[in-house]
């Protein structure tokens, strides 16, 4: 499957994971990570770089900084920079 074609889906992970558990609950940080490197696949950076902010901003107040997803999403981030 394209990446452009998972989008869509992933986005309604996010939306399903947020309204049935809340924004903040430890499953949303992991399916909105999912949605940033289907973004960053399709080849839109600008929009990977921000889904993968927020989401990391939401995995150090979820998880915290040391938590092995709020890890893989500052890994994420630094992909999707070129770092």
Not at 13 to 20: F, G, I
Not at 27 to 38: C, I, Q, S, V
Not at 42 to 48: D, K, L, Q, T, V
């Amino acid at each position: 499957m394209p990446e452009d074609d998972s989008i869509p889906a992933r986005q309604a992970a996010v939306d399903l994971v947020t309204r049935r558990f809340g924004a903040d609950h430890r499953e949303t940080p992991k399916a909105r990570n999912l949605l940033g490197f289907a973004l960053h696949r399709a080849g839109r950076p600008e929009e990977a770089e921000r889904e993968q902010r927020t989401t990391l901003e939401l995995c150090d107040e979820v998880l915290g900084a040391r938590h092995p997803i709020t890890s893989s999403c500052r890994r994420g981030l630094q992909t999707i920079q070129g770092h």
